[in-house]
């Protein structure tokens, strides 16, 4: 059973262009989570996406930035105009299931490293 | 979102056990107790979770407080691989995990 797949793990970008950052689930996980991780700073959380839905992008800045998890292919992160403070490690988590109260494990790919220049 | 607290770093030796502790006071009814790691440059890794009783699994054991305001990550054997940023998290169903400091482990050989 693959593990969760970021693509690409490095991505360098100049300054106003755009950033397409893609995550592929583990097999059976229909909930996908994006965490930041700014250079020397702690994991933010950004948004918690189901198939077709948005549930919580409490953590995602208001402008440039936008997520989807389309019903069929992976989850895309997106961030338009560019600029050196977006510079960072970007993950994704997927989870199993979601269900009342019940919590569970998240399960977190490999990161892709934004570097704007 | 209710607040874990954890030292800032422990050192340990290699082949021995691990006991990092942490105190979460104001834990809900209904809130799980989530254990990750993030070693050096790598994504976070999930480790273990529990609600009220012992956890164990491969990678180490949960063992939690009876009155649930404190828990302890125990690694029975910890090797050099394990060294890392361990966090403890509370997580209520399909919630955001909330990272804070997290311990610094280090094991020397």
């Known amino acids: 059973n693959a593990g969760v797949m970021q693509n690409p793990r490095h991505l360098v970008r100049r300054r106003g262009q755009e950033a397409r950052l893609r995550c592929s689930p583990m097999?059976?996980?229909?909930?996908v989570y994006w965490y930041r991780q700014l250079p020397e700073e702690g994991l933010k959380f950004m948004v918690y996406?189901?198939?077709?839905?948005?549930?919580?992008e409490s953590g995602m800045p208001k402008e440039r930035f936008s997520a989807e998890f389309p019903k069929e292919g992976p989850s895309i992160l997106r961030i338009q105009q560019v600029v050196r403070g977006d510079s960072a490690a970007y993950f994704c988590?997927?989870?199993?299931?979601?269900?009342?109260?019940?919590?569970?494990?998240?399960?977190f790919g490999p990161g892709t490293r934004l570097t704007v220049t | 979102d209710a607040k874990t607290t954890q030292p800032n770093s422990m050192e340990s030796n290699e082949e021995e056990p691990v006991h990092l502790p942490c105190n979460h006071s104001?834990?809900?009814?209904?809130?799980?107790i989530h254990w990750y790691r993030q070693l050096p440059s790598q994504g976070p890794e999930y480790v273990i979770h529990?609600?009220?009783s012992n956890v164990n699994n491969r990678m180490a054991s949960l063992a939690i407080a009876e009155d649930r305001k404190s828990s302890t990550l125990i690694l029975h054997r910890a090797t050099l691989r394990d060294a890392a940023v361990y966090y403890c998290?509370?997580?209520?169903?399909?919630?955001?995990?909330?990272f804070g400091q997290g311990t610094r482990l280090t094991i020397n050989p």
């Open positions: 988590a997927s989870s199993p299931r979601a269900g009342g109260t019940t919590s569970y494990e998240q399960y």
């Open positions: 097999k059976g996980h229909s909930h």
């Open positions: 996406l189901q198939k077709e839905n948005i549930i919580d």
């Open positions: 104001t834990i809900s009814g209904t809130d799980y």
């Open positions: 529990g609600l009220t």
């Open positions: 998290i509370l997580l209520q169903g399909a919630q955001k995990l909330v």
